[in-house]
């Protein structure tokens, strides 16, 4: 995650990389300092993308009092970052993998009076979401931040289902990248279920197909999925 924020962020921000290794990022125009010794963090904005179980370890390297944390740990709460790191302020945030290509559903909690600094930090590699609670970024996270993965488990299953029938892998790959990119326009302007009722005529094709993925259950799943994510996020 922290290779897809700093390949956005680096296009809007002056950008330096504090690592335990210098192998672990792969943007290479950033200037990479080894956390060796100490790091003096005061009056800096700190963007902390690290495992939670190294929380500690780094905290103890870095020294001084920061501008503002923003973590993207999930399942750590803000008090739990208080306890390791000094900062005036204290934000949460959720990018996920699009953060690569300035794609990125972001979203935010914590300190309102750095809301308006940390959502411009945020907008430089994607779109963002202020919440209201850690509770609620929690619930973000299982469908912002694991939502690519449930969205190319739902997009490889449909290219099978094209090539179960006859189509070439290729092509069928190449027709569900254009239906994802051409949804996400239909998504802004209408209401899932407006969409659906437009697609799905009398007794089609659509018809069929939507019924067998209610007789499978994919909604339930689907709802499933998310409380399942959203359990192991708040911790």
Request: charged share 25%.
């Given at each position: 995650m922290a290779d897809a924020i700093i390949s956005g962020a680096v296009n809007k921000y002056s950008v330096k990389v504090v690592a335990r290794s210098k192998k672990v990022l792969s943007v290479k125009s950033v200037e990479t300092?080894?956390?060796?010794?100490?790091f003096n963090i005061d009056g800096k904005i700190l963007l902390l993308a690290i495992k939670p179980y190294a929380l500690e370890l780094v905290s103890q390297k870095l020294k001084g009092r920061a501008k503002a944390v923003i973590s993207?740990?999930?399942?750590?709460?803000i008090n739990s970052i208080k306890k390791e790191i000094d900062s005036e302020f204290y934000i949460r945030a959720m990018p996920n993998l699009a953060a690569t290509y300035q794609k990125s559903m972001t979203t935010l909690c914590?300190?309102?009076?750095?809301?308006?600094?940390?959502?411009?930090?945020?907008?430089?590699?994607?779109?963002?979401?202020?919440?209201?609670?850690?509770?609620?970024?929690?619930?973000?996270?299982?469908?912002?931040?694991?939502?690519?993965?449930?969205?190319?488990l739902i997009a490889e299953s449909l290219a099978d289902g094209g090539v179960k029938e006859g189509l070439k892998r290729d092509d069928a790959y190449s027709l569900v990248r254009g239906l994802f990119e051409?949804?996400?326009?239909?998504?802004?302007?209408?209401?899932?279920?407006?969409?659906?009722?437009?697609?799905m005529s009398p007794g089609g094709t659509t018809a069929a197909g939507y019924s067998a993925l209610e007789e499978c259950g994919t909604r339930n799943s689907m709802i499933k999925a998310i409380s399942k994510a959203y359990n192991r996020a708040k911790g």
């Open positions: 300092i080894l956390l060796d010794n100490e993207v740990l999930a399942g750590s709460s914590g300190d309102e009076e750095f809301k308006d600094e940390a959502i411009k930090i945020a907008n430089s590699f994607g779109t963002t979401l202020w919440l209201s609670s850690e509770k609620e970024l929690d619930i973000a996270t299982a469908i912002a931040g694991s939502g690519p993965a449930f969205l190319s051409g949804f996400s326009f239909l998504l802004n302007n209408k209401h899932p279920a407006i969409i659906k009722d437009e697609v």
